[in-house]
C-alpha cells in the first residue's frame, strides 16, 4: 500500500451493512473493517431498527438514510460536507437503491449533485450489472433500464470496480470509453475462518458438503440426486452434509421418494451463526457448488470453502473467471443436466474427494493470493494510488 491511499478517507455508500446476513451485506462490512485498518473509512447505510442497533458503538458508522433518492441529498451534503472524505464508494446492484420495482431513476442525480457542490471522488464497486434481457415486456423494461442507469453512474465515476472478470468484459463491450477506468477486484469469503490447532473430527465416512440458498441457478435437486446416484455402490461410506439448510427445506426441492432415498446418508444443519459455518465446512472432505451460468469470483459460499482448502466441484459457463480455471483440486464440469451426472459419477468413482486431499494446502494458498481482503482491499488502495 503506496503513502498515498493513507492519506485517503474513504465514505462507502450501501444501504446494507451489519449485522444483515445477505452477501452484499457482509461483503460491506468485511471490507469496510479491512479498509478500516489501513485508512480512515466511513460508512452511510440505511437507518433500519436492526442497523442502528448493532452499530450504535461505532462512530464511523452513519445509519441515516431512509430514502435513498432525492431525499437523500440533504443527509449526505451534510455527512460529506462534516467528515471531507476524498473518496465516495457505491456499492452497486441494480435494484439495491429502489424499494419498487428495481428502479431508481433518481439516483444518479443525487451524486451528480453532490459532486456539482463538494469536490469527491466517486468510485462504482459492481455486484451485478443489469436484470437479464428475456423475452416478456417487464424483463426488457428493467434491462434497458438498468443498463441506462448503470451508464449514467459510471460517466460519475473516476473509478468503477466489479467484482467478476466477465462483468469487466462486458463494461469494456458495451462502452469502450470506460475500460481505463474499470478493474476487476473479486469478492472475499464473508465466513471468517478460525485457526485453530484441533483437526476436524475424525471420521471413516466421506463428508461432501453444499452450502447456500436455494436459487433456481444452484440446482440443488440436481446435485442431489446426482450424488445420490454416484455414490449408490459405496452409500454406507458417505455423508452428504448440506449447511444451513434443514430437512423440512430439502424436502421441498424433492419429490418424496427422492427424498426418501437420501435421508439415511443426508445431514441438514439448519441454522447456523456464522462461526458455525466455519466448524461444519472445516468437517468437510469435499465441496460440490453448481451455478447455472458458472462458477465466478463473486460467489462467497465458493470462496468460503476455498479458503478452507476444501476440494471442490463447481460447473463452468458463460461467467466463469479464467483464473479458476486449471487450478488442482478444483473441477469444472458443465452445467447441461447429463453432462454434470456423468461428470460427477466419474469423479466420485475414480476415489474424489479425498483423492484431491493433497491439494489441500495449495488451494488455501491460492485463495490468500487471489481473493482474501488483504488481498482486495490493498488491490483497490493501489488503484486510489495510481489515480492520486
Given at each position: 500500500m503506496s503513502n498515498t491511499s493513507k492519506k485517503s478517507k474513504i465514505l462507502i455508500l450501501c444501504p446494507k451493512f451489519h449485522p444483515l446476513e445477505d452477501g452484499l451485506g457482509q461483503h460491506t462490512t468485511h471490507f469496510y473493517h479491512t479498509l478500516k485498518s489501513?485508512?480512515?473509512t466511513l460508512v452511510i447505510t440505511s437507518a433500519t431498527p436492526e442497523i442502528v442497533t448493532a452499530n450504535q458503538r461505532d462512530t464511523d458508522v452513519y445509519p441515516l438514510v431512509e430514502h435513498w433518492d432525492l431525499r437523500t441529498?440533504?443527509?449526505?451534503?451534510?455527512l460529506v460536507r462534516k467528515e471531507k472524505p476524498t473518496h465516495l464508494l457505491i456499492q452497486w446492484v441494480p435494484y439495491l437503491y429502489a424499494k419498487r420495482a428495481g428502479l431508481n431513476f433518481s439516483f444518479p442525480s443525487v451524486i451528480r449533485t453532490l459532486k456539482k457542490l463538494i469536490k469527491v471522488q466517486v468510485?462504482?464497486?459492481c455486484h451485478e450489472?443489469?436484470?437479464p434481457n428475456l423475452a416478456d415486456l417487464k424483463s426488457k423494461v428493467l434491462h434497458y433500464s438498468h443498463k441506462w442507469i448503470l451508464k449514467q453512474m459510471i460517466e460519475q465515476s473516476e473509478l468503477v470496480l466489479t467484482s467478476t472478470d466477465s462483468f469487466k468484459k462486458e463494461i469494456d463491450a458495451l462502452w469502450p470509453a470506460f475500460q481505463k477506468k474499470t478493474h476487476w477486484i473479486p469478492v472475499s469469503s464473508n465466513i471468517n475462518r478460525k485457526i485453530s490447532i484441533t483437526p476436524k473430527t475424525p471420521s471413516k465416512k466421506v463428508r461432501i458438503g453444499l452450502f447456500g440458498t436455494f436459487h433456481p441457478s444452484k440446482r440443488v435437486d440436481l446435485v442431489l440426486n446426482s450424488l445420490f446416484q454416484a455414490?449408490?455402490?459405496?452409500?454406507?461410506a458417505y455423508e452428504i452434509h448440506y449447511i444451513g439448510a434443514s430437512e423440512d427445506e430439502i424436502k421441498t426441492l424433492l419429490t418424496k421418494e427422492d427424498f426418501t432415498h437420501l435421508s439415511s446418508f443426508l445431514v441438514c444443519t439448519g441454522f447456523l451463526k456464522n462461526s458455525e459455518v466455519d466448524q461444519a465446512l472445516q468437517e468437510l472432505d469435499g465441496f460440490i457448488a453448481y451455478f447455472m451460468d458458472g462458477l465466478s469470483s463473486r460467489r462467497g459460499s465458493f470462496l468460503a470453502a476455498l479458503e478452507r482448502g476444501i476440494p471442490s466441484i463447481s460447473t463452468t459457463g458463460q461467467y466463469t473467471d479464467s483464473i479458476f480455471l486449471n487450478v488442482p483440486g478444483l473441477h469444472l464440469l458443465s452445467p447441461e443436466e447429463r453432462a454434470f451426472q456423468k461428470g460427477l459419477h466419474d469423479l466420485i468413482q475414480n476415489g474424489w474427494p479425498r483423492?484431491?486431499?493433497?491439494?489441500?494446502n495449495s488451494l488455501s494458498l491460492f485463495y490468500n493470493d487471489s481473493f482474501s481482503w488483504e488481498k482486495t482491499t490493498n488491490?483497490?488502495?493501489n488503484l486510489i494510488a495510481a489515480l492520486n
Open positions: 489501513k485508512v480512515e441529498l440533504p443527509q449526505l451534503l451534510r468510485h462504482l464497486y450489472l443489469y436484470y455414490i449408490q455402490p459405496k452409500k454406507e483423492s484431491d486431499a493433497h491439494f489441500r488491490d483497490y488502495l
